[in-house]
Nanobody, 127 residues
Framework: QVQLVESGGGLVQAGGSLRLSCTASGRTFSSYAMGWFRQAPGKERDFVAS????????DYAESVRGRFTISRANAKNTVYLQMNSLKPEDTAVYYC????????????????????WGQGTQVTVSS
């Protein structure tokens, strides 16, 4: 069992930055690929970014590529999402998720491939 707790959300003006953190319980954090998803009101939960167990491989949605950076610190059981040049359309609840790694390069983009989810943190970008 893995428990995930997100933090770092808030209200920011367009063009600003936020850094989200997601801390996992347990001692097997490095066994999991990690991902960030987001869900805006009335919309489906969408993929944002993912990272493999070691942090050497990452993937991004086209809408955030070049503005967001995912990283992880296995010694701290934490995954981060640095969000720069924020836009009003980035407004959503952001969720982190853990997927048990079945290969070293795994970093899933679909929500069904993830085993555990956090409770979410609200990010609001004002224009």
């Amino acid at each position: 069992q893995v428990q995930l707790v997100e933090s770092g959300g808030g209200l920011v003006q367009a063009g600003g930055s936020l850094r989200l953190s997601c801390t996992a319980s347990g001692r097997t954090f490095s066994s999991y690929a990690m991902g960030w998803f987001r869900q805006a009101p009335g919309k489906e939960r969408d993929f944002v970014a993912s990272i493999n167990w070691s942090g050497s491989l990452t993937d991004y949605a086209e809408s955030v590529r070049g503005r967001f950076t995912i990283s992880r610190a296995n010694a701290k059981n934490t995954v981060y999402l640095q969000m720069n040049s924020l836009k009003p359309e980035d407004t959503a609840v952001y969720y982190c998720a853990a997927s048990f790694s079945r290969s070293g390069y795994q970093r899933p983009k679909t929500s069904t491939e993830y085993d555990y989810w956090g409770q979410g943190t609200q990010v609001t970008v004002s224009s």
